[in-house]
């Protein structure tokens, strides 16, 4: 995605570096393996594997700030006594600044952030420099019409991909689109590698037109214009 000058994307690791100082990423659903041990699946402590690779981000990338973009935790409710344990060892072993845009799997967090320490605003977003940050469950401000881009999770982008033998698999995706607001926004893939998807067909917002989207894979590869895509699989 050329031209979009301050913005790095870390492609691979599901995530963003805004001015060569603030490191972005969202969609941690801190607390999954909760709710995959009632369907009878046994996950080592997903938050640990995360807090892993974010420490790594921010020691490879020098950032001096972490955005996450909300649904922190996997419950819609308060945080159960499993997630508070896991948010708490999250947060308290991040070495910079942090702020957290709720996303709407954060209920009841504000006060728990607070107590330790860490910012937050609402799912609406914020203006970070000249990129507006939000989560996706609420349309931007109107202040987001003066930003350069629009930076977002909560959709959890995927496509449906065929291989050679007529095997379909999802991949999680990367989505450039254009928005009525003015600037475009830039669609997050799962920061959590577990997490499932919506297919790029059934994403739909009255303030953005999917059809017009440009599609990345993980790996930096573009894949297609939407239409393109989701003919020709």
Request: overall charge negative.
């Amino acid at each position: 995605m050329p031209g979009d000058f301050g913005l790095e994307i870390l492609w691979e690791d599901c995530a963003v570096l805004l001015n060569k100082s603030i490191l972005v990423l969202g969609d941690l659903h801190i607390g999954l393996e909760g709710d995959l041990a009632r369907s009878g699946y046994r996950l080592i402590r997903l938050h640990r594997k995360m807090l892993a690779k974010t420490l790594d981000l921010l020691d490879r990338t020098k950032a001096d700030k972490l955005v996450l973009l909300g649904d922190v935790k996997h419950s819609i409710g308060n945080p159960t006594d499993n997630e508070l344990y896991q948010l708490e060892e999250f947060f308290l072993n991040i070495p910079v600044k942090t702020k957290v845009v709720l996303g709407n799997h954060d209920g009841g967090l504000k006060d728990y952030l607070a107590s330790w320490g860490i910012d937050f605003s609402p799912s609406a977003g914020y203006m970070e420099d000249e990129f507006y940050l939000f989560h996706g469950n609420a349309k931007p401000r109107e202040e987001a019409k003066d930003a350069k881009l629009l930076i977002a999770c909560h959709w959890h982008p995927t496509v449906r991909i065929k291989d050679k033998r007529g095997v379909i698999y999802q991949e999680r995706v990367w989505i450039r689109v254009p928005t009525t607001l003015g600037p475009d926004l830039l669609m997050l893939p799962t920061f959590n590698d577990l997490l499932g998807g919506a297919d790029i067909e059934d994403i739909h917002e009255t303030w953005f037109r999917i059809e017009e989207a440009e599609i990345f894979l993980t790996d930096g590869v573009f894949l297609g214009k939407y239409e393109d895509v989701v003919t020709h699989r």
